[in-house]
């Protein structure tokens, strides 16, 4: 009894610690050592958006020469892990070959445009339905308490001519395609959020490619017509003394009185020159999404403004650069999104007060021709010069 | 009114006459960025 004891002890103890020493390997943290693994400061401070030194995590991507042999005992393992690998791409070190030509090929993972992707998921959104909700819900209010703005005096029944036959074809060919490309905008930038949860995948791969066909072949017609009312109207928008006079009465919106105006008031050439300098931003920024990684607009820019001082003006650091090729696109979608989202609330407000919100705009592109009253009350001095020199152009109804 | 159609008409034209243009020229970003060839990046010259 005591040897079968005896044996029986010997072995537990072999048993024992045979098991302790397999249970040493895994408790051998690798954490200190080994440069590829995230640090906890590291994980805290890409969290918080902080900048990481990534430079020993970037070079360890593994060593071909580390591979074991062909013959070796389990067969060549290569001299890098899939973690190697999938960090060589992250770090641009992998040798890819591809057939792309695109400078962004080069990049297959792009994690510093994590935060564009964010930005574009959350606060990209909020900006959208805040501007363009606070816009409609302003006007809604501007409605209930002024009221539609009527023509205060006895309406002669005669009317001059306010925009010739072209002048409306430039404009209506910029309205209607800006706000075709306003839904379709909506539609790529809320689609995710509302439509797939509404319509389903399916129904929205549909909307979305249709939606973006549209968007990039009719954009075209915006740039001509942005031309076109650019060429026919800026000399009619050019700042003078009228539109101080103008703006400090706040155009007679709420007292009532109207203060002289030439064709165009302070009001309608600020709403001009949005279009222009805002359309063009959209226009130039669209054209670099529609050709990507042709036009380096941010990457320019930010050096230029660098180069300046501009951002240690307001006390923050040097703006990125040189760009990654994505991180040029990402700039130009958020900018192209973002000036769109300020000119379609500004055009929300043109569109309120060509229609419901004043009485007799409406016919000033509808038919080309005012009521002379009208033109008296909103456009004085235009309307002395129409009817003191261009009498035969007016006509009895 | 007459103006506004025709606005209609020419935003018809000018969208599809863009694409049409465009798709004929072969700038279409399949058509400008790949290659028959498979060839490594650095290589991008050949």
Same mark, same amino acid.
């Given at each position: 009894m005591h040897r079968i004891f005896a044996v029986f002890m010997v072995c537990l103890t072999c048993v024992t610690s045979v098991s #302790? @020493? =397999? +249970?040493? #390997?895994? *408790? @051998?943290?690798? =954490?200190?050592?080994n440069p590829a693994v995230s640090t906890l400061e590291d994980i805290m401070r890409r969290q918080e958006g902080l900048a990481v030194d990534e430079g020993d995590r970037a070079a360890s991507v593994g060593d071909p020469a580390n591979a074991q042999p062909a013959d070796g005992q389990l067969g060549t393992l290569g001299g890098a892990s899939d973690a190697d690998l999938w960090r060589a791409f992250r770090f641009n070190e992998a040798d890819i070959t591809t057939q792309a030509r695109v400078p962004a090929a080069t990049t297959l993972i792009q994690d510093g445009g994590m935060w564009w992707l964010k930005f574009r998921a959350g606060p990209m959104l909020q900006i959208g339905v805040y501007l363009l909700g606070g816009t409609l819900l302003a006007l809604m209010l501007f409605y209930l308490i002024r009221g539609r703005i009527r023509i205060h005096g006895e309406k002669t029944g005669r009317t001059i001519v306010r925009f010739t036959s072209f002048e409306r074809f430039g404009h209506w060919l910029l309205a209607t395609s800006f706000i075709v490309l306003g839904f379709t905008g909506l539609i790529s930038l809320f689609g995710r959020k509302v439509l797939i949860p509404a319509f389903g995948h399916e129904t929205f791969s549909f909307i979305a490619v249709s939606s973006k066909w549209v968007h990039n072949n009719i954009s075209w017609a915006f740039m001509v017509a942005l031309i076109i009312i650019f060429v026919f109207w800026v000399v009619h928008n050019i700042p003078d003394r009228t539109d101080l006079r103008w703006l400090a009465k706040a155009g007679g919106l709420f007292g009532g009185e109207h203060p002289p105006a030439k064709k165009f008031n302070a009001g309608q050439k600020l709403i001009f020159w949005a279009v222009i300098i805002l359309g063009g931003s959209? +226009? =130039?920024? *669209?054209l670099s999404l529609l050709f990507p990684f042709e036009f380096n607009l941010f990457g320019h820019t930010f050096s230029l403004l660098n180069d300046w001082g501009v951002p240690g003006w307001f006390g923050a650091a040097d703006l990125p650069h040189p760009l990654e090729p994505q991180e040029e696109m990402q700039y130009a979608q958020l900018w192209h999104a973002l000036i769109s989202l300020v000119l379609t609330a500004i055009i929300i407000a043109h569109i309120y007060l060509g229609s419901v919100g004043m009485e007799g705009a409406f016919d000033a592109m509808g038919k080309g021709e005012v009521e002379e009253q009208w033109a008296r009350e909103h456009h004085s001095i235009w309307a002395e010069e129409m009817t003191g020199t261009q009498t035969s152009s007016k006509k009895e109804v | 009114m007459k103006a506004f159609? /025709? $606005? /209609?008409? $020419? /935003? /018809?034209v000018i969208t599809i006459g863009a694409n049409q243009i465009l798709l004929g020229i072969g700038f279409s970003i399949e058509e400008t960025t790949v290659s028959s060839k498979n060839v490594r990046l650095p290589d991008q010259n050949e």
């Open positions: #302790a @020493q =397999v +249970s040493d #390997a895994p *408790g @051998q943290s690798t =954490v200190e050592t959209i +226009s =130039v920024s *669209g | 159609l /025709l $606005a /209609l008409v $020419a /935003l /018809l």
